[in-house]
């Protein structure tokens, strides 16, 4: 084991949330180092979420982190839902908060944001794990480190913050005694699919079929998202491109609508949608930001927003604590974050329940496909249904 090396923060994981902290970190003199296990190039290509919120936005926008999603991304505020009573589109930049999302890769958010952060001084340690965390209670905390090249060192730092994602160490770190972890399987997958294809239609679509839901997400003008809802433990390598276009056409109806722009399959992945929840989200000197914090269903596109929220609200309290030698912030962390994790969670949790219902004809599966009617209905017809939605869609 080599010597430690030292920072102020040690930031586990380069995604959105470990990105944001370290960038508005360094902008204010904070030394801070980030170590991640992929390669740069595996973390600039990695293909996630696609839609910003405007609270992630002004978040950017504010730390002179905007540049490529002001000069790339694209705006929407519209989306439509289909299903075997038709089509209605929701302008929700026209309702509640009226604002519009921004679409703007997720890769590529984090492309810029690793140039911003080795430009503003920051280092980060690529091909490199974090294999354990020690001290988190005492004011010397530090991570095991295992490099490229085989070699293991400590890193220490004032405070750790474990941005490392759903399969990350960081949470491991927390004392089972001290936290307490909710998690739960909403009872669906999805088929998560990427294609090198145009985008079909113009809005976000959401299709309610009796063989299960599909989605329709832009990503570029050359690259499009759709989801089919699959069972559990389904095969990705089952689903052939021809067998993908056909069920998509067939739940997205085209035989009544547009046909899909259909193109090489990029990615298929299976997605169980689920939550997880740690309450607290730190324990002494460790504090966790993003995916490792909670974990949410992409249902609601919330999952990269949350993690720049916290990662915002984070470094205001480590730059208080570090700079001015106020630790107030850090200690109301989890208090501050928690009220918006649950809030998100419960409108992913209500999108689940409208995009979903159980196939079969038994008594269960016909009254909620019934519930799954009057949802989308009222969603349709009543406006203070229509506010709900938009203020929850593009809020955080
Ligand atoms: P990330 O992005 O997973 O980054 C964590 C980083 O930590 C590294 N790491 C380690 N590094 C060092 N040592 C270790 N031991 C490590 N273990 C892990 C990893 O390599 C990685 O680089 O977490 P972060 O920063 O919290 O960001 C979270 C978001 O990535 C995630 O919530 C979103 O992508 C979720 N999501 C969506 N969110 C949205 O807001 N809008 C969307 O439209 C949206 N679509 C999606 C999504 C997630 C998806 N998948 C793959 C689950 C669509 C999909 C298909």
């Keep these: 084991m080599l010597a430690s090396r030292d920072a102020q923060v040690v930031v586990v994981g380069a995604g959105p949330a470990g990105l944001v902290l370290g960038n508005l970190l360094r902008a204010a003199g904070v030394t801070c180092v980030i170590v991640e296990r992929q390669s740069r190039a595996h973390v600039e290509r990695r293909a996630r979420a696609g ?72 280092e980060i340690r690529f091909d ?15 991570v095991d480190c295992a490099g490229p090249d085989g070699t293991a060192y400590r890193l220490s730092g004032a405070y750790l913050a474990g941005c490392d994602g759903r399969h990350g160490v960081a949470r491991r770190a927390l004392p089972a005694v001290a936290a307490r972890e909710y998690r739960r399987y909403h009872g669906v997958t999805w088929l998560a699919i990427l294609a090198q294809a145009p985008p079909s239609m113009a809005a976000v679509t959401y299709a309610v079929h009796d063989r299960g839901f599909a989605g329709h997400m832009a990503r570029s003008s050359t690259v499009t998202r759709y989801y089919l809802q699959v069972p559990r433990g389904e095969d990705p390598e089952e689903w052939g491109e021809r067998r993908i276009w056909d069920e998509l056409a067939v739940r997205m109806r085209t035989a009544q609508y547009e046909p899909l722009h259909e193109g090489p399959i990029l990615e298929r992945t299976t997605v169980d949608l689920s939550s997880e929840v740690r309450e607290p989200l730190q324990h002494g000197r460790l504090f966790l ?97 229509q506010d709900y939605f938009a203020e929850n869609y593009v809020g955080i």
């Design 51 to 122: 839609f910003l919120a405007p609270h992630s936005v002004r978040v950017l926008e504010e730390n002179g982190l905007a540049a490529g999603l002001r000069a790339r991304g694209e705006r929407h505020d519209t989306c439509a839902f289909r299903g075997e009573h038709g089509q209605f589109e929701l302008n929700y930049g026209a309702l509640g908060h009226r604002q519009p999302l921004t679409v703007y890769p997720q890769q590529d958010l984090v492309a810029d944001l690793i140039t911003a952060f080795l430009d503003r001084g920051g």
């Design 128 to 142: 490199t794990a974090v294999t354990g965390l020690h001290g988190i209670d005492t004011d010397r905390p530090s």
């Design 289 to 385: 930001a993003g995916d490792a914090a909670a974990l949410i269903s992409p249902s609601a596109a919330k999952g990269a927003n949350l993690a720049i929220m916290a990662a915002d609200t984070l470094a205001r309290a480590l730059v208080d604590a570090l700079v001015r030698d106020d630790p107030r912030g850090l200690a109301r962390y989890s208090r501050d974050c928690l009220p918006r994790l649950w809030h998100a969670q419960e409108f992913s949790h209500w999108m689940i329940n409208l995009l979903h219902s159980p196939a079969g004809d038994d008594d269960e599966a016909v009254f909620q496909r019934a519930l799954q009617r009057a949802r989308l209905t009222s969603l349709r017809d009543l406006r203070s249904h």
